[in-house]
């Protein structure tokens, strides 16, 4: 494992550096293009394959963006932390890779942890597709109270509406076909939604971070140190918890944090196999 002596590196790296400067550019830049009435999430987050708002660069856009032109407490939010923990573990990865290689792994990390996110999203997407052609198939009330809890949007309001309505009037003769166009509406707007941030990438950092320097100290909350192994892996139990859980509400896509970490290993284990082959020749 790699040794690290903090006071050997420069404190802000030009890759780090520069990321940091183009992330901010970007979070700002979108609340001017906002004022025109449009929406820069729309062409550089990423979005769902089938999206007709889907474009192939935005694998790698989306990394840039951050948060929403709706609100910028939540863009500053998470600018910050991403941009922080970047800086925070970036910074020691590229003082000891360099600049070309840490560009290399950070984009790597993002990009793979998109694709994950998109096959994730696919799996998804073909369950609740399934689900919905069975219940177009037998669109009763009972039927359609199954098909919301099951698919977890009954607590949204639409569908909350529609089936407080339905059950006082049992006999109502359109709110099957009301179902099926709200169910369709809503389909439409979850293939639509992006996906933004650069947090693939920088858990890819944190995860080679804790690689290279298993036994470095972090401080919790700065006060309660715990050993750089033990955050990463409390993350890795989090993240797939929380992703295979897929709770309400949850806009947090956590499989893309563990595709960039998945990214990560591999990269890592790539470069020792390579490096101990070199030095036996």
Same mark, same amino acid.
């Given at each position: 494992?790699?040794?690290?002596?903090?006071?050997?590196?420069?404190?802000?790296?030009?890759?780090?550096?520069?990321?940091?400067?183009?992330?901010?550019?970007?979070?700002?830049?979108?609340?001017?293009?906002?004022?025109?009435?449009?929406?820069?999430?729309?062409?550089?987050?990423?979005?769902?394959?089938?999206?007709?708002?889907?474009?192939?660069?935005?694998?790698?856009?989306?990394?840039?963006?951050?948060?929403?032109?709706?609100?910028?407490?939540?863009?500053?939010?998470?600018?910050?932390?991403?941009?922080?923990?970047?800086?925070?573990?970036?910074?020691?990865?590229?003082?000891?890779?360099?600049?070309?290689?840490?560009?290399?792994?950070?984009?790597?990390?993002?990009? @793979? #942890?998109?694709?994950?996110?998109? *096959? !994730? =999203?696919?799996?998804?997407?073909? /369950? %609740?597709?399934?689900?919905?052609?069975?219940?177009?198939?037998?669109?009763?009330?009972?039927?359609?109270?199954?098909?919301?809890?099951?698919?977890?949007?009954?607590?949204?309001?639409?569908?909350?509406?529609?089936?407080?309505?339905?059950?006082?009037?049992?006999?109502?003769?359109?709110?099957?076909?009301?179902?099926?166009?709200?169910?369709?509406?809503?389909?439409?707007?979850?293939?639509?939604?992006?996906?933004? @941030? #650069?947090?693939?990438?920088?858990? *890819? !950092? =944190?995860?080679?971070?804790?690689? /290279? %320097?298993?036994?470095?100290?972090?401080?919790?909350?700065?006060?309660?140190?715990?050993?750089?192994?033990?955050?990463?892996?409390?993350?890795?139990?989090?993240?797939?918890?929380?992703?295979?859980?897929?709770?309400?509400?949850?806009?947090?896509?956590?499989?893309?944090?563990?595709?960039?970490?998945?990214?990560?290993?591999?990269?890592?284990?790539?470069?020792?196999?390579?490096?101990?082959?070199?030095?036996?020749?």
């Amino acid at each position: 494992m790699s040794t690290y002596r903090p006071g050997r590196f420069q404190i802000l790296p030009t890759v780090v550096k520069n990321l940091i400067i183009i992330n901010t550019l970007m979070a700002l830049l979108q609340f001017v293009v906002a004022n025109f009435g449009i929406n820069l999430a729309d062409y550089l987050g990423l979005h769902y394959w089938r999206s007709p708002l889907y474009k192939p660069w935005q694998l790698i856009t989306h990394m840039f963006m951050h948060g929403s032109a709706l609100s910028v407490n939540v863009t500053i939010t998470h600018l910050f932390f991403n941009m922080f923990a970047l800086w925070m573990f970036g910074s020691v990865l590229e003082n000891i890779w360099g600049s070309k290689k840490f560009l290399i792994f950070y984009l790597a990390c993002g990009f @793979g #942890a998109a694709l994950l996110h998109l *096959g !994730v =999203l696919g799996y998804q997407y073909h /369950l %609740f597709q399934s689900a919905f052609v069975q219940y177009q198939q037998n669109p009763t009330l009972d039927q359609y109270l199954l098909f919301i809890q099951q698919n977890d949007i009954d607590h949204i309001g639409a569908f909350k509406n529609l089936l407080t309505f339905w059950e006082k009037n049992p006999t109502c003769s359109n709110c099957s076909f009301e179902s099926i166009a709200l169910i369709q509406q809503y389909y439409g707007m979850m293939i639509d939604e992006a996906t933004v @941030g #650069a947090s693939g990438a920088v858990f *890819g !950092v =944190l995860f080679a971070f804790g690689y /290279l %320097f298993p036994n470095t100290l972090l401080y919790i909350y700065f006060l309660v140190p715990v050993k750089a192994k033990y955050v990463i892996g409390v993350y890795i139990l989090i993240e797939l918890w929380a992703g295979i859980r897929n709770s309400a509400g949850d806009n947090v896509a956590h499989f893309a944090h563990l595709g960039g970490m998945l990214v990560a290993f591999v990269l890592l284990r790539i470069w020792k196999r390579r490096e101990q082959r070199n030095r036996l020749f």
